[in-house]
């Protein structure tokens, strides 16, 4: 299939505004032009198709990854292992491993150390953990600035670090994919499993958020 | 929203890759974006662009009756609602639709079937829409990364 390449966001999603093939860019054209008459004709808001379009890419995609963690604060055994062979623990919950099978490190954040995932070459993600890749991870600006910047970058993202916060900034591939193992939110103690993994939203596996309650509204940039 | 009008499409609802939905086009997650906007504002019962959808989608299931199950890689395409959760393998899961190539496009159908639905709702004409395809297909080549 013509996407055969782009399972775990490589490089595809990056030139989707180039389309390939003549009927590629034509239902471009049409999409666009529909888009175009509703919003002069004042039937639909660009902002609400925005809105719309962020809350399915953010409600549904992180659950696997999710799903590790939360395993991971429920069984320390689990969580070595997680971290030591991410693809031996991936397999343990019966999680695919995607496509390309691309290695998944794991990286755990603790008191004093912060972790954030970044794909400075293209958008590389691990996508069969996380879903499809959020539009601000594939743009230049955090490609760019998060290794430069880490923590202005998370300052805009709302995480504020302290001082002392160790902040690892780590650089995917298309040989190797990151996922953070974001830390317990205190107050979780007594939650079950299936209601830690309520409390890990995507952001947080990339690293640009702590896991906790989830947010109000989802953000894009 | 009230319910989940995807699960409501049931064999005809949208492609997902690790539960998600999946666009290989930014202008089909646009397109997506738009008829759930419209339908939230209640400019259609979800049911009449279901028919649609049947519609557009089952002409070419009819089409492809035979090819349709070999072509489809269980791995590549989740149906809603997901079937448990399976080994990258899938097996045993029913062949779902694929998302693209071998003459389906899933989003071109979704798009046929909202472009019915707004003409037959008097949202716009479907002569209005030619036009200003045609329109922005004539824009010198290169325009779009000025504006990306």
């Given at each position: ?33 529909l888009?175009?008459?509703l ?40 969580k070595?292992?997680?971290?030591t ?39 590389c ?44 900034v ?10 953070v ?41 | 929203?009230?319910?989940?009008p ?32 419209l ?31 070999s ?18 393998a ?17 989003w ?19 002569a ?12 010198p ?8």
């Amino acid at each position: 299939m013509a996407h055969e390449h782009d399972h775990d966001g490589e490089h595809g999603h990056d030139h989707a505004h180039e389309p390939s093939d003549p009927e590629a860019a034509r239902l471009a054209l049409r999409a666009e032009a529909l888009e175009a008459l509703l919003v002069e004709r004042g039937i639909v808001r660009r902002e609400s198709i925005d809105a719309i379009v962020a809350r399915y890419e953010n409600e549904i995609g992180p659950l696997n990854g999710a799903k590790l963690v939360a395993r991971a604060w429920s069984d320390p055994e689990f969580k070595r292992r997680l971290l030591t062979d991410a693809r031996a623990a991936i397999a343990e919950l019966s999680l695919p491993m995607g496509e390309t099978a691309t290695p998944i490190v794991v990286v755990e954040n603790s008191p004093g150390v912060h972790n954030v995932v970044v794909c400075t070459l293209c958008s590389c993600y691990p996508s069969s953990l996380l879903g499809l890749p959020p539009r601000w991870y594939k743009s230049p600006p955090y490609r760019a600035r998060v290794v430069r910047e880490p923590r202005a970058v998370l300052r805009e993202f709302g995480l504020e670090l302290p001082e002392s916060t160790d902040v690892r900034v780590w650089d995917s591939s298309a040989e190797l994919r990151y996922m953070v193992l974001p830390e317990r939110p205190p107050g979780s103690e007594r939650a079950s499993e299936a209601e830690l993994v309520e409390l890990v939203s995507r952001d947080s596996l990339i690293g640009v958020a702590l896991a906790g309650p989830p947010a109000e509204a989802p953000r894009e940039r | 929203m009230s319910g989940d009008p995807l699960a409501a499409l049931g064999t005809k609802a949208p492609p997902r890759k690790n539960g998600e939905l999946h666009f290989d086009e930014a202008w089909e997650s646009r397109v997506f974006g738009l008829t759930m906007s419209l339908h939230e504002a209640g400019a259609f019962a979800w049911g009449e662009f279901q028919a649609e959808l049947i519609a557009s989608i089952g002409a070419w299931e009819r089409a492809h009756a035979s090819e349709a199950r070999s072509e489809a890689k269980p791995s590549e395409v989740e149906q809603w609602p997901r079937s448990g959760e399976g080994g990258s393998a899938g097996a045993g899961r029913a062949a779902p639709l694929p998302t693209s190539g071998a003459g389906f496009h899933y989003w071109a159908y979704w798009l046929e079937a909202f472009e019915r639905l707004a003409a037959r709702k008097g949202l716009l004409e479907l002569a209005a829409l030619d036009a200003r395809a045609a329109e922005l297909a004539a824009r010198p080549a290169g325009w779009d990364h000025a504006r990306v």
